[in-house]
């Protein structure tokens, strides 16, 4: 999306781009590191994209929306509950999500 809209604001000389990548990427999950990583490297390449842009009057940020109990969160939820074994402890699997959630406010 980026190589495709950066020739359209830089020829606008003033744009915005705004990705959405996840709070993932801030965090880091050692249950999800391949998804976590991927989400870090987005944001990184969102830094370089504004710092190489600004100079063309081009702002580039991004959006890093929390946990959300999606129906994605659901099913990942249920299969961590049945094969990690310290979250075999917690009552349900959305209980694994609630968890996560408490782990985002305590950092």
Do not use: Q
């Amino acid at each position: 999306m980026c190589k495709s809209v950066v020739p359209h604001v830089k020829a606008a000389k003033s744009g915005k781009i705004i990705n959405i990548p996840s709070v993932a990427g801030k965090l880091g999950d050692s249950f999800r590191m391949p998804y976590s990583s991927i989400k870090a490297a987005v944001i990184a390449f969102i830094w370089a994209l504004a710092r190489g842009l600004a100079s063309d009057n081009i702002n580039v940020n991004c959006i890093c929306p929390g946990l959300i109990y999606t129906p994605l969160w659901e099913r990942g939820a249920e299969e961590l509950w049945r094969t990690v074994a310290s979250f075999r402890e917690l009552k349900e699997p959305k209980d694994v999500f609630l968890r996560y959630v408490r782990r985002l406010h305590t950092h």
